[in-house]
Nanobody, 129 residues
Framework: QVQLVESGGGLVQTGGSLRLSCANS????????TGWFRQAPGKKREGVSC????????WYADSVKGRFTISSDKAKSTSYLRMNSLKPEDTAVYYC??????????????????????WGKGTLVTVSS
């Protein structure tokens, strides 16, 4: 059983930065791909980014491209989402999820559905104007 634990959320001013972490308890971290999603109050879930933790291949939503960077540390079995130039519209609960299939992970993140195998409980990011 894989458990995902997000951390790093908080309150930041417009233009500020945060780094979210997603710790993966799975036996072999590189067997999993990590996706990041967000959901603002009253809005639909949005797929933000994903990474193949073995190859390092990444994908980003247009809304965060150039501002967010996804990465992973194999030794720590942790994926990260570095968020720069934050805007009030980035305010949301951010969730990480994991799946064995890279293609499936991209499809699900891009479509912002919930069909990945494992999910964290989320971490709140609030960007003040």
């Amino acid at each position: 059983q894989v458990q995902l634990v997000e951390s790093g959320g908080g309150l930041v001013q417009t233009g500020g930065s945060l780094r979210l972490s997603c710790a993966n308890s799975g036996r072999t971290f590189t067997n999993y791909n990590t996706g990041w999603f967000r959901q603002a109050p009253g809005k639909k879930r949005e797929g933000v980014s994903c990474i193949d933790n073995s190859e390092g291949t990444t994908w980003y939503a247009d809304s965060v491209k150039g501002r967010f960077t996804i990465s992973s540390d194999k030794a720590k079995s942790t994926s990260y989402l570095r968020m720069n130039s934050l805007k009030p519209e980035d305010t949301a609960v951010y969730y990480c999820a994991a799946d064995n299939s890279w293609i499936h992970t991209i499809v699900v993140v891009a479509a912002a559905t919930d069909d990945l195998d494992y999910w964290g409980k989320g971490t709140l990011v609030t960007v003040s104007s």
